[in-house]
């Protein structure tokens, strides 16, 4: 079993910077992807970014160029560095982590509310 804890939301004015974390702990094996996620209300939970282990990185098309995904594998956790955030980036925002062995298994955090004001 794998548990996600994150932290870092909050409640931020548009243009401003939250830094989320979370940090895996349990049966982690080196093949993984860790990700977030967000889903804001009445939206469906749509994937912010993504890192695999080895550094490779991909991003949502709405937060390219603001946001920034990292990981230190050593401590198993992994960051989102929000900048210039937008009213439109608040959401609950979720960490997720995928790994493969024995067979693909899929794990999310309990969510940390991002809210942007304008």
């Known amino acids: 079993q794998v548990q996600l804890v994150e932290s870092g939301g909050g409640l931020v004015q548009a243009g401003g910077s939250l830094r989320l974390s979370c940090a895996a702990s349990g049966n982690i094996f080196n093949s993984n992807v860790m990700g977030w996620y967000r889903q804001a209300p009445g939206k469906q939970r749509e994937l912010v970014a993504g890192i695999t282990r080895g550094g490779s990185t991909n991003y949502a098309d709405s937060v390219k160029g603001r946001f920034t995904i990292s990981r230190d594998n050593a401590k198993n956790t992994v960051y989102l560095q929000m900048n210039s955030l937008k009213p439109e980036d608040t959401a609950v925002y979720y960490c997720?982590?995928?790994?493969?062995?024995?067979?693909?298994?899929?794990?999310w955090g309990q969510g940390t509310q991002v809210t942007v004001s304008s």
């Open positions: 997720n982590l995928v790994q493969w062995t024995p067979s693909r298994r899929e794990y």
